[in-house]
Structures are given as structure tokens and as C-alpha cells.
């Protein structure tokens, strides 16, 4: 069973940094994309940054391009979202998610907005609240 388990939200200040941590089990990274999605108060998902460890890449929306980063540890069992200067507009439940790569690869073929996508294993979410 696919277990995807977010951390690391809290109150900030416009302009500093969190690092969001997923804790995922149950599956095999390789075999999925692993995406963080946000949906900020009244508004529904979006899609901000995926990562493929198979395929080595990162993908970014454009609204957060140059302040956010999706990496994961070397064991392959936690990935993470950095967010440097944040902005009120950044407030949002952030979740992790994860499906199979064939699917994304997919989605992306049919040429399906990333922000739009939505994947079939969740988290719970974790709150940031950017302060101005």
C-alpha cells in the first residue's frame, strides 16, 4: 500500500524558506513520479513540481520556477520541496503525490497542463501560511 506522509509546514514570513519532507513507502520510486500539489484557500489542486528518479528530472510550473526545488534522498524514501522567498500568494495546503510513470509519461504526451494533473496516491497535506 502506497503511504505518502507530509511534513515540514508551519507560519512563515514573506521572504523565507521552508522544506517540505514526504515520507513515502509501499512502492517503488522508480516506477513513479512523484509530484507536490497545493491548493491554496477557495481555489482547487495545482500541480507546482514533480521529479522522475528514473528518468533523472525535474519539472517545474512556471508560477514557481527559480523558488522552489523537488529533490529526494538517496534512499529513496523521502522527498522534499524547498521553498526560498516565499510570497502570500505561496499560502495552500501542500501535498505530495505519486503515480506510475507510464501514466505521466502519458499525460504528457496528450499534452496535459502539469498544474492540472491529478495522480491517484495522496497525502494528507501539510498547511503553509506565508505572512506578509
Known amino acids: 500500500e502506497i503511504q505518502l506522509v507530509e511534513s515540514g509546514g508551519g507560519l512563515v514570513q514573506a521572504g523565507g524558506s521552508l522544506r517540505l519532507s514526504c515520507a513515502a513507502s509501499g512502492f517503488n520510486f522508480d516506477d513513479y513520479v512523484i509530484g507536490w500539489f497545493r491548493q491554496a484557500p477557495g481555489r482547487g489542486q495545482v500541480g507546482v513540481a514533480f521529479?522522475?528518479?528514473?528518468?533523472?528530472?525535474?519539472y517545474y510550473t512556471d508560477s514557481v520556477k527559480g523558488r522552489f526545488t523537488v529533490s529526494c534522498d538517496n534512499a529513496k524514501t523521502a522527498v522534499y520541496l524547498e521553498i526560498n522567498n516565499l510570497m502570500p500568494e505561496d499560502t495552500a495546503i501542500y501535498y505530495c503525490?505519486?503515480?506510475?510513470?507510464?501514466?505521466?509519461?502519458?499525460?504528457?504526451?496528450?499534452?496535459?497542463?502539469?498544474?492540472?494533473?491529478?495522480?491517484?496516491?495522496w497525502g494528507q497535506g501539510t498547511q503553509v501560511t506565508v505572512s506578509s
Open positions: 503525490a505519486a503515480e506510475i510513470l507510464p501514466i505521466v509519461l502519458k499525460l504528457l504526451s496528450a499534452g496535459f497542463d502539469p498544474a492540472n494533473w491529478h495522480f491517484g496516491s
Open positions: 521529479i522522475s528518479t528514473k528518468l533523472g528530472r525535474t
